[in-house]
Structures are given as structure tokens and as C-alpha cells.
């Protein structure tokens, strides 16, 4: 993500940004990617003290309108939890692949509870060759664009929504959808 960041900032295709990544637990790491107890206080590790930690030592932009968070897998699921709980904070959200099965799919409760949202500028995508069984993935990310949709998120505009032929779930496939989603979101002003 640092190569390709720095490549598309040379270029002048993104805004200049800042990374910040967070090392999983490893085996923990469902607990804490997911929306149970340990996922609530990642997001509150990630919002009280990473981000106040990077405002003081940085020069950054601290309005949400200038601050994602992303991740892909069950990061991708925890990226999208956690920017619909802090909207205040997150303006912009990377959402690769997520996990939308976990819980029995209780993202997608989640999102259908959401009253007024805020609306963030949102990257969702899906590989059609993910998992043992691709459909199922692909069927629960339409599922979740379509709930964003109802909920006043515009295709285009503050979605950005692809199924990307034959990407797997894996790393490589995700570095490949990078370029584009980092300018989605952080389009360089002209």
C-alpha cells in the first residue's frame, strides 16, 4: 500500500496521505476485526489513542471529511463497522472483500438498523473467485451495496461499488484494486 500510495502521490493521481496500519492479534484476530466486545475496544484503541497519537505527530487534516480507515477480509468488514460507528471520525472507507458472512451476516442488520447516516465516500468491492463458494460472497456484497443504496449512498458518487472477474481473496488481488481505490478516495484536487 506504501508503493503504491507513494507512486500515485509522485504522480500527482492521489492527495497527499498518511498510512497508518495495525498489526493484527493473529489468531485473535476475529475478535478483534469483528463487532463483539474486543472488536469495540480495537475501535476505541484505533479512535482515542492511534488517531490522537498520529494528529499530535503528524501534520495531518483531522476533520472525518479527510480521514479513512480500511482493510480488506474481516478488515474490510471491521473498516466498515467502524466507519459507520465513528462517522464523526472516518469520511472515507476502504472496504475490500469483506467478510460479510460472519455472524450470520449481522453487517447487513447492522446497516439496515442505520437511521440517519452520514454517508461516507465508500470503496466496496468483491473478487467473483473468493472463497470455496464465490456466489455466496459475491450474492452478500450486492446484498450489502443494495442496503447502502436504500440508506442514501449513490452509486458513482459516495459508493464505489465493483465485482472484479477472477480476483481470489488474497493479498496480490488486493494490492491490484489499490491504485484505483486510493483514487476514489483521495482524488487529487485540480
Known amino acids: 500500500m506504501r508503493e503504491t500510495a507513494d507512486e500515485l502521490i509522485h504522480k500527482r493521481r492521489i492527495e497527499p496521505l498518511i498510512i497508518a496500519a495495525v498489526y493484527h492479534g493473529g489468531e ?11 472488536g469495540k475496544l480495537h475501535g476505541r484503541m484505533v479512535v482515542d489513542e492511534l488517531l490522537p497519537f498520529l494528529h499530535e505527530r503528524y501534520r495531518t487534516l483531522t476533520q472525518a471529511r479527510h480521514t479513512g480507515i480500511g482493510g480488506s477480509s474481516l478488515g474490510g468488514l471491521s473498516a466498515l463497522w ?3 460507528e465513528y462517522p464523526q471520525v472516518f469520511g472515507k ?16 442488520k447492522y446497516v439496515q438498523a442505520l437511521q440517519q447516516p452520514q454517508r461516507q465516500r465508500m470503496w466496496l468491492d468483491m473478487g ?22 436504500t440508506k442514501g ?17 488474497s493479498e496480490r488481488a488486493w494490492a ?15
Open 28 to 38: 485473535k484476530r476475529i475478535r478483534e476485526y469483528t463487532p463483539g466486545r474486543a
Open 82 to 84: 467502524l466507519g459507520l
Open 93 to 108: 472507507l476502504a472496504v475490500l472483500s469483506p467478510s460479510v458472512w460472519w455472524g450470520q451476516r449481522a453487517i447487513l
Open 128 to 149: 467473483t473467485a473468493e472463497g470455496e463458494k464465490p456466489f455466496h460472497s459475491i450474492r452478500d456484497a450486492r446484498l450489502l451495496k443494495a442496503m447502502l443504496v
Open 153 to 169: 449512498w449513490r452509486e458513482g458518487s459516495t459508493l464505489h461499488y465493483s465485482e472484479v472477474g477472477g480476483a481470489d481473496h
Open 176 to 190: 491490484a484494486r489499490a491504485p484505483e481505490m486510493l483514487e476514489f478516495l483521495y482524488p487529487r484536487k485540480r
